[in-house]
Every structure is written in structure tokens, then in C-alpha cells.
């Protein structure tokens, strides 16, 4: 038996268990990142924090060693797939705190691009605050994009690319708006790692945000312009 086997996560304290949450996460060990986060939540702690602190704390040990080559995508991949078991855990959890609903939200990744991790949980955490969230998956063209505001009929359009190549496909989506004259009919946010405010300006989006939590404070900030702007 080797030692990992030995390690009975419930005995841990807060602190040890989130290490070794880091870990598990890193091994793509689904079954127990979704025991760390019941073993938390059981601990009081709050839905939010266990996303934060353990599961993108994670990610983000996974995201440096892929990028330094010590890391490859199956092993990544299996490490976003036990990521996405601690999320559907939380994700009911997230949304119970919501208020009446504020919003509707479209949003999906751009073409080319099939990361999905982070728009999930922006998506998780705007359906917490009470928006409505309808997403439209990954590897988007213009297309879908239109389709989608056409019948959902949404305040925003939420886009996400993680890739530099990816990034620009954003300003096609824009741009055809502008162009069809529909562009001013939504408010635009913008996210994903390498994007940053600059990128944003220049493409023509309402906002950058940073990560879900800056997400759901600027939609709610525009939002709540935009039916000002409406009632005067
Ligand atoms: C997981 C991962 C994968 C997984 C994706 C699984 C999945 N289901 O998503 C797999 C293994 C499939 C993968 C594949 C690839 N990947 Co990859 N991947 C990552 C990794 C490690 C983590 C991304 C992640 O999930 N982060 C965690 C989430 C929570 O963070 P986030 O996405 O940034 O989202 C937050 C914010 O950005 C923001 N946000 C995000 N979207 C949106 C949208 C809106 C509207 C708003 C408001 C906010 C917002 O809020 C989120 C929550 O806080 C990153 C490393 C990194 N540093 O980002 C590389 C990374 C993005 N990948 C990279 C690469 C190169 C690839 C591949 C090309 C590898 C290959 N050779 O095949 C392929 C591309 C496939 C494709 N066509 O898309 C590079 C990109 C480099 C570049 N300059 O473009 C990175 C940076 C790694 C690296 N340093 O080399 N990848």
C-alpha cells in the first residue's frame, strides 16, 4: 500500500485537507476532490470559499506546471474533470444565495477554443447572485452567438477564449453586431487569462473582468444603469 492510500481526508485539519485537495486535484482524482468538498462543507465552510481556496487554488499549481511542460493535456484533463465534480457539488449551493432574478446572461467560449472551466463558473456565479445564465457551450462561431441574443433576448453577452489565438474571434462577434446595429442592444463582458482591461477597450466590450466574482459585480453595476437609463 503506498502512502497517498493511507491518507483519510476527514482527519486532516482545514488547512492540510485544502494541500491535499491541491494534490488530488494535480492526480485528476475526481472522487476525492468531491470527498474534500463534502468534508468542507460538513467543516461550515462556505460554498464560495471551497471554489476559491481550494478548487481554483488548484488549478492554478495545474495551470503553471502545463505551462512550465511538466504537465500534459490528459493529465490536465483529468484534472479539469475532477475540478468539474467539485463544482456540480457546489453549483445548487451557489445558486440558492440568489436573490430574485436580476438579469439574463448569455454566454459561451469563442471558436477555436474549448476551455470551458472558468465560463462555468462565471456562469455558477451569476446564477448565485440571481441572473439567469444560459450557456451555450464551447468553440462558438459568430453565428451561435447571434442565434442565441436573438431568442434569448438576454441584458449581456458573456464571452470567454483562454487562448492568445483565440482572443481576437471576440472582435468578429462584436463587430458583427456593430454591424447589424444590435451592438448597443447588450452589454458586452469579456473574460478568460489572457485577456486584460486594454484587450477589452480595444475590441469594443463594455468590460473586462478579471475572474467570476468581478463578473458578477460590473454585470450587476451595468445592469442596474441600464434600467435607470430605461425609466429616465
Ligand atoms: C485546463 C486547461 C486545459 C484543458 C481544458 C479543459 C476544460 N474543460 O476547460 C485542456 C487540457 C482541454 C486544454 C487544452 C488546450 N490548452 Co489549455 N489550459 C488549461 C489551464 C491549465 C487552466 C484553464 C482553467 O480552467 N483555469 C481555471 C479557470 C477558473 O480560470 P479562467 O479560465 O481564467 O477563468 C476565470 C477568468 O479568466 C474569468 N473568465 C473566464 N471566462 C470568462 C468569461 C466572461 C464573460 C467573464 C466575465 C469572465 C471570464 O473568470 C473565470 C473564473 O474566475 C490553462 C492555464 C491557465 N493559466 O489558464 C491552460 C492554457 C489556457 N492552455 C493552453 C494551451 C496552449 C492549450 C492547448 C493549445 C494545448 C495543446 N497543445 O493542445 C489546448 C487547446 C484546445 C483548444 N482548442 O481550446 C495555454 C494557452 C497559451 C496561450 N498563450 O494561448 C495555457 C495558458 C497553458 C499554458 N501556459 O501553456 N487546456
Redesign the pocket.
Not at 207 to 215: E, K, S
Given at each position: 500500500m503506498s502512502d497517498e492510500e493511507d491518507i483519510v481526508l476527514s482527519e486532516l485539519n482545514d488547512d492540510e485537507l485544502v494541500e491535499q485537495m491541491f494534490d488530488d486535484l494535480y492526480d485528476g482524482l475526481k472522487e476525492e476532490i468531491e470527498e474534500g468538498v463534502n468534508i468542507l462543507l460538513e467543516r461550515g465552510w462556505a460554498p464560495y470559499d471551497i471554489l476559491?481556496k481550494a478548487?481554483?487554488g488548484g488549478?492554478?499549481i495545474?495551470?503553471?506546471?502545463?505551462?512550465?511542460?511538466i504537465?500534459?493535456?490528459?493529465?490536465?484533463?483529468l484534472?479539469?474533470?475532477a475540478?468539474?465534480g467539485g463544482m456540480a457539488i457546489l453549483k445548487p449551493l451557489l445558486a440558492e444565495t440568489g436573490a430574485p432574478r436580476v438579469g439574463k446572461?448569455v454566454?459561451g467560449?469563442v471558436k477555436?477554443?474549448?476551455?470551458?472551466?472558468?465560463?462555468?463558473?462565471?456562469s455558477m456565479?451569476m446564477e448565485g447572485a440571481g441572473f439567469e445564465v444560459v450557456d451555450i457551450g464551447?468553440?462558438n462561431p459568430v453565428e451561435n452567438y447571434l442565434e442565441a441574443l436573438e431568442t434569448e433576448q438576454p441584458d449581456?453577452?458573456?464571452?470567454?477564449?483562454?487562448?492568445?489565438?483565440?482572443?481576437p474571434y471576440m472582435k468578429v462577434v462584436i463587430d458583427t453586431l456593430v454591424e447589424q446595429g444590435k451592438r448597443d442592444d447588450y452589454i458586452v463582458?469579456?473574460?478568460?487569462?489572457?485577456?486584460n482591461e486594454e484587450f477589452g477597450k480595444a475590441i469594443g466590450a463594455d468590460?473586462?473582468?478579471?475572474?467570476?466574482?468581478?463578473?458578477v459585480e460590473?454585470?450587476k453595476e451595468f445592469v442596474s444603469r441600464k434600467h435607470n437609463q430605461l425609466a429616465g
Open positions: 476559491t478548487l481554483v488549478m492554478t495545474v495551470g503553471h506546471d502545463f505551462r512550465d511542460g504537465l500534459f493535456v490528459p493529465e490536465v484533463l484534472a479539469a474533470n475540478m468539474k446572461m454566454i467560449t477555436g477554443d474549448i476551455h470551458d472551466i472558468g465560463k462555468n463558473l462565471v456565479m464551447i468553440n449581456i453577452l458573456g464571452m470567454s477564449a483562454l487562448l492568445t489565438t483565440t482572443m463582458l469579456v473574460g478568460g487569462a489572457p485577456l468590460a473586462y473582468c478579471r475572474d467570476a466574482a468581478v463578473a460590473t454585470a
